[in-house]
């Protein structure tokens, strides 16, 4: 049974930082390709970050480079997001993302509920 668990949304002030994590199981971490995308209310789903398999070679999206990074370790098929200087901007649900590098079987997480407010 595959299973993305998104963990770690909460309440942060502006400035403030987050660590979200996506625990993945039932299918082989290491061939897939990692993703963070984002929802707002009343806004379209946007992919946030990216990581390849191999670890090496990310990819932001121009409104969170510099403040977020994207990681994974394959030992503990997990992904993991630091977002530093959050803004207003930022809240939304965040979903992991699962694509595999070869048949691009895709997977979807629940998402965890982020929110920047003073």
């Known amino acids: 049974q595959v299973q993305l668990v998104e963990s770690g949304g909460g309440l942060v002030q502006p400035g403030g930082s987050l660590r979200l994590s996506c625990a993945a199981s039932?299918?082989?971490?290491?061939?897939?390709?990692m993703s963070w995308f984002r929802q707002a209310p009343g806004k379209e789903r946007e992919s946030v970050a990216s990581?390849?398999?191999?670890?090496?070679?990310?990819n932001y999206a121009d409104s969170v480079k510099g403040r977020f990074t994207i990681s994974r370790d394959n030992a503990k098929n997990t992904v993991y997001l630091q977002m530093n200087s959050l803004k207003p901007d930022d809240t939304a649900t965040y979903y992991c993302?699962?694509?595999?590098?070869?048949?691009?079987?895709?997977?979807w997480g629940q998402g965890t509920q982020v929110t920047v407010s003073a």
């Open positions: 993302k699962a694509v595999h590098v070869y048949n691009r079987s895709t997977y």
């Open positions: 039932g299918f082989i971490f290491s061939l897939y390709v």
């Open positions: 990581v390849q398999n191999t670890i090496s070679g990310a």
